[in-house]
């Protein structure tokens, strides 16, 4: 079992930053590919990034490519987003997830967070 809470949302202008926290308990967090999804209202929810357990491998989705960064923090149990150069186009509630394999699809996520919201004002 693995849960999840997720911090540092809030409201950036566009072009600002913002980074994402989330603190994991349960002693197998190492063992677990981890993700960041969002959903956006009246859309579905759709991957940002995701990575390994180990930490060398990431993927981004193209939206985000460049502009964000996860890391992971397998002492602490914890996982980040980095968030630069936010567009409006970004705001939605952000998710982070924990898979047993590493993936870029939301149903193979079995843990989810309760979701920070990130509002991007233009």
């Known amino acids: 079992q693995v849960q999840l809470v997720e911090s540092g949302g809030g409201l950036v202008q566009a072009g600002g930053s913002l980074r994402l926290s989330c603190a994991a308990s349960?002693?197998?967090?190492?063992?677990?590919?981890m993700g960041w999804f969002r959903q956006a209202p009246g859309k579905e929810r759709e991957i940002v990034a995701s990575i390994r357990w180990s930490g060398l491998d990431t993927y981004y989705a193209d939206s985000v490519k460049g502009r964000f960064a996860i890391s992971r923090d397998n002492l602490k149990n914890m996982v980040y987003l980095q968030m630069n150069s936010l567009k409006p186009e970004d705001t939605a509630v952000y998710y982070c997830?924990?898979?047993?394999?590493?993936?870029?699809?939301?149903?193979?996520?079995?843990?989810w967070g309760q979701g920070t919201q990130v509002t991007v004002s233009s």
């Open positions: 997830a924990a898979s047993s394999a590493w993936s870029f699809k939301v149903p193979d996520y079995d843990y």
């Open positions: 349960g002693r197998s967090f190492r063992s677990y590919a």
